[in-house]
C-alpha cells in the first residue's frame, strides 16, 4: 500500500530562521513526487513535481530534493507570507492515477 | 497554467437535502477528475475517480449513492451529495488531470454546511 508520511506535523519558526520539511514515502513505481502549499480554506496550489532521486528544484525561497526514499523541502529565510500547510504528494507510475498526499506540515513564520 | 474553477464555493444546506458541486477545466480538456473530501486540519482523503463517459471509480468507504459523481464532458465534472447530514459538513475538493508539470490541478474548493 502507497504511504506518504511527513515531518513535522506543525513547525512554527522565526523571520529569517531556515529549515527542512521532510516526506518519507513508500510507493510500487514512483512516477513523481508533488509538493503543493495550501492556505486555510482554498485548494492545493501546486510548488514542485521531482520525478527521479538527486533531483532538485528551487522557486524562491524554496528548494525541493528527493532521493529514494524521501523528499525534503528546504525554506531559507522563510517570511510570515510563507505560513501555509505544505503537502507532499506521490503519484504512482501507471497512468491517470490519483495522488495520494501525507498529511502535512503547518508552518507558522513569525515576524 | 491550467485552471480549474469550482463551485459554489461555500454552501449552506438544510438536512435532508442535495447539493451540487461542479468542477470545471477551464482551458484544458481533462479526461480524469478526482474528488477528495478534507477534515480540518488533515490531509485530502480521495473518494473518487472520475472518468469522462464512464461510471466513476469510488474508494472503499465511500457511499456511492450519496456521492453522486457524472463526468459528462472532458470540462465538467459534478458532485452531488444526496439527501445531505450534518455528518457530511466538509471541505470537498477536485482535481483534474491535465498534461502539465504540475499534472494536476485543483479546484479552490467547497466548504459544505449541512444543517
Known amino acids: 500500500e502507497d504511504q506518504v508520511t511527513q515531518s513535522p506535523e506543525a513547525l512554527r519558526l522565526q523571520e529569517g530562521e531556515s529549515s527542512s520539511l521532510n516526506c518519507s514515502y513508500t510507493v510500487s513505481g514512483l512516477r513523481g513526487l508533488f509538493w503543493y502549499r495550501q492556505d486555510p480554506g482554498k485548494g492545493p496550489e501546486f510548488l514542485f513535481t521531482?520525478?527521479?532521486a538527486g533531483e532538485e528544484k528551487e522557486k524562491e525561497r524554496l528548494k525541493a530534493t528527493l532521493t529514494k526514499k524521501e523528499s525534503f523541502l528546504h525554506i531559507t529565510a522563510p517570511k510570515p507570507e510563507d505560513s501555509a500547510t505544505y503537502l507532499c504528494a506521490v503519484q504512482r507510475n501507471s497512468g491517470n492515477t490519483p495522488l495520494v498526499f501525507g498529511k502535512g506540515t503547518r508552518l507558522s513564520v513569525i515576524a | 497554467g491550467a485552471v480549474v474553477s469550482q463551485h459554489p464555493s461555500r454552501v449552506i444546506c438544510k438536512s435532508g437535502t442535495s447539493v451540487k458541486i461542479e468542477c470545471r477545466s477551464l482551458?484544458?480538456?481533462?479526461?480524469?477528475m478526482f474528488w477528495y473530501r478534507q477534515f480540518p486540519k488533515k490531509s485530502l482523503m480521495l473518494m473518487a475517480t472520475?472518468?469522462?463517459?464512464?461510471?466513476?471509480?469510488?474508494e472503499q468507504g465511500v457511499e456511492k449513492d450519496k456521492f453522486l459523481i457524472n463526468h459528462a464532458s472532458l470540462t465538467l465534472s459534478t458532485l452531488t451529495v444526496t439527501s445531505a447530514h450534518p455528518e457530511d459538513s466538509s471541505f470537498y475538493i477536485c482535481?483534474?488531470?491535465?498534461?502539465?508539470?504540475?499534472?494536476?490541478?485543483f479546484g479552490s474548493g467547497t466548504r459544505l454546511t449541512v444543517v
Open positions: 472520475s472518468n469522462e463517459g464512464s461510471k466513476a471509480t469510488y
Open positions: 482551458d484544458f480538456q481533462a479526461t480524469t
Open positions: 521531482l520525478y527521479s
Open positions: 482535481s483534474a488531470r491535465g498534461t502539465g508539470e504540475d499534472g494536476y490541478t
